[in-house]
C-alpha cells in the first residue's frame, strides 16, 4: 500500500524526512541552506523543525519505533 493512503506510514516518511534534511544540515549546512524557497524549501523547512523541536521529534520516533515493532 502506498505511504499516501496509510496515515502510519505517512507519519513514519515524515519523520523520517526530517530526522534526515535535520542530519544533512548538521554535516553539511550550505547543502540545504542554498535552497530556501520553492519546492526545495521543503528541506529546509524540515531541518528547521528538526532543530527547533528535537526533544519532541525524537520522541515521535521512539513512538513510531515503539508501534511498529509491536504490530
Do not use: H
Request: hydrophobic content about 50%; some cysteine.
Amino acid at each position: 500500500m502506498s505511504a499516501i493512503f496509510n496515515f502510519q506510514s505517512l507519519l513514519l516518511v515524515i519523520l523520517l524526512l526530517i530526522c534526515t534534511c535535520t542530519y544533512v544540515r548538521s554535516q553539511a549546512p550550505s547543502l540545504i541552506d542554498r535552497n530556501k524557497t520553492g519546492v526545495m524549501g521543503l528541506f529546509w523547512k524540515a531541518a528547521r523543525i528538526g532543530e527547533r523541536l528535537s526533544p519532541y521529534v525524537s520522541l515521535a520516533c521512539i513512538i513510531m519505533g515503539l508501534t511498529l515493532m509491536s504490530s
